[in-house]
T-cell receptor, first 112, second 111 residues
Framework: NAGVTQTPKFQVLKTGQSMTLQCAQD?????MYWYRQDPGMGLRLIYY???????DKGEVPNGYNVSRLNKREFSLRLESAAPSQTSVYFC???????????FGAGSRLTVL | AQRVTQPEKLLSVFKGAPVELKCNYS??????LFWYVQYSRQRLQLLLR??SRESIKGFTADLNKGETSFHLKKPFAQEEDSAMYYC?????????????FGTGTRLQVTL
């Protein structure tokens, strides 16, 4: 049982490049989330999907897009990466609503 | 808006000393509060939630609605408690789909 799987684990981008962070869960959870973790800022919600077919903005959505591809998968896309998007990104899922979240291992992104 | 405040970035205690990690929140309704923990090289995971009213790894937390606080306590710190601790809030309506985290407190337990 893998839980929440994120890929890639590490990525270095140049300013202006695009990339997609992938997230998949195998727990049949309805809700999925993308957070970013920055020193001194804690975890901030980027986007979430309360259920398959819906997505909503969190606290810091600018510069990001998401796709809830199906119940299992929730991807995060950076269309034109900026140095301010250097961070560790966490995907999480929950059975329903922001109840108990199960987190992925994180993806460390550096934008030069 | 919902907000979670953890005033201490770092809390350093000696092994065997009591621990109190502070968490205050701002929310107009009835929130649900959680503590999550991230040990070194491990995933962020749930430590406890206020509705369970249970003790996990010796930690307890009581929701004080009057003081809008949810402090995490342990009577005797252990080395293995060293980790990053996050307090989090889930709203009761509208924002029930979102979990808002505080900025985190790093607990360092030394010999």
């Amino acid at each position: 049982n893998a839980g929440v799987t994120q890929t890639p684990k590490f990525q270095v981008l140049k300013t202006g490049q695009s990339m997609t962070l992938q997230c998949a869960q195998d727990m049949n959870h309805n809700s999925m989330y993308w957070y970013r973790q920055d020193p001194g800022m804690g975890l901030r919600l980027i986007y979430y999907s309360a259920s398959e077919g819906t997505t909503d903005k969190g606290e810091v959505p600018n510069g990001y897009n998401v796709s809830r591809l199906n119940k299992r998968e929730f991807s995060l896309r950076l269309e034109s990466a900026a140095p301010s998007q250097t961070s560790v990104y966490f995907c999480a899922s929950s059975v329903s609503g922001a109840n108990v979240l199960t987190f992925g291992a994180g993806s460390r992104l550096t934008v030069l | 808006a919902q907000r979670v405040t953890q005033p201490e970035k770092l809390l350093s205690v000696f092994k065997g000393a009591p621990v109190e990690l502070k968490c205050n929140y701002s929310y107009s309704g009835s929130p649900e509060l959680f503590w999550y923990v991230q040990y070194s090289r491990q995933r962020l995971q749930l430590l406890l939630r206020h509705i369970s009213r249970e003790s996990i790894k010796g930690f307890t937390a009581d929701l004080n609605k009057g003081e809008t606080s949810f402090h995490l306590k342990k009577p005797f710190a252990q080395e293995e408690d060293s980790a990053m601790y996050y307090c989090a809030l889930r709203g009761s309506t509208g924002t029930a789909s979102k979990l808002t985290f505080g900025t985190g407190t790093r607990l360092q337990v030394t010999l």
